[in-house]
């Protein structure tokens, strides 16, 4: 979905170039008269004030009120690194998504950068919250408050991380858990999965994710799943390999379900 191996901030140019909705200047032709537009380009101005950038960006794919659609973008502080003792250094970040189609409001999502492997892991909201911002009355008072909160639920996000890392996981519960987050990737579609296709998605790509503890093997998890690195049987029994996953709505639903998955297990 997103390219999060940016170690500088976009340009207005660059953000553009992959998401024009940002950029919006009036609501849809759609949006009633009690609509007030707010362009997302007000709160990558206020955002950078406040020390955090883009890294990248996207919007969903429409058909209708196109320039207007619902789009994503990642924001990074450079000076706020969680440290591993291990040399698994994580950066937080803060998902924004906005639409200027009058369907939705600014939601914030707090999220993680994985260094290692240049993964994005977006928490879980059920234990971290989300945030939004309505397009009436939004002012940079009310941003710094929602950035605060984030920020300072960065001690409970370290906390949650060293209990993945302290978790060692037997294989069995392994298996368990990779079944579970293979129904959380395809839903009610009717698959059957079995020992096989978890432990396809088990595997290490990268000898940092080697180990039986559960920070390792969520990681593993949701490397494969979100790539579609993996192979399973369809319905009608036949072999497909797993499409990497492209729609960010759908990407962040299934990190979130992922990271509370994995919490369950610890």
Not at 1 to 30: C, H, R, W, Y
Not at 228 to 233: A, E, K, L, R, S
Not at 235 to 251: L, S, Y
Request: glycine content about 6%; overall charge negative; aromatic content about 8%.
């Amino acid at each position: 979905m997103l390219n999060l191996q940016n170690q500088e901030f976009l340009t207005k140019d660059q953000i553009k170039d992959k998401a024009p909705s940002v950029f919006a200047e009036s609501g849809a032709p759609t949006t009633s008269d009690k609509y007030t537009h707010i362009s997302t380009e007000r709160l990558i101005d206020d955002m950078s004030a406040l020390g955090w950038g883009v890294v990248d960006t996207t919007q969903v794919k429409a058909r209708k009120r196109v320039g207007y659609q619902k789009h994503l973008l990642v924001f990074r502080n450079n000076e706020l690194t969680i440290t591993g003792k291990d040399g698994d250094d994580v950066f937080p970040q803060i998902l924004l998504s906005n639409s200027h189609d009058g369907s939705s409001t600014f939601q914030f999502t707090a999220g993680l950068f994985r260094l290692v492997c240049s993964n994005g892991l977006v928490l879980s909201t059920e234990t971290f919250g989300d945030l939004k911002i309505r397009h009436m009355g939004y002012d940079k008072e009310e941003l710094q408050r929602v950035v605060n909160e984030i920020v300072e639920q960065l001690p409970l996000t370290v906390e949650s991380m060293n209990k993945l890392k302290q978790a060692e996981i037997p294989l069995e519960e392994q298996q368990k858990f990779a079944l579970e987050a293979l129904g959380l990737r395809f839903g009610d579609e009717g698959m059957i999965f079995n020992e096989t296709q978890a432990t396809e998605i088990l595997q290490p790509d990268r000898k940092e994710d080697e180990g039986s503890g559960m920070w390792e093997v969520f990681n593993r998890v949701q490397e494969k799943l979100l790539n579609g690195d993996f192979t399973y049987v369809n319905p009608k029994g036949k072999v497909r390999k797993a499409r990497k996953i492209k729609n960010f709505q759908q990407d962040i639903k299934l990190n979130q379900q992922l990271f509370d998955l994995a919490l369950q297990y610890v």
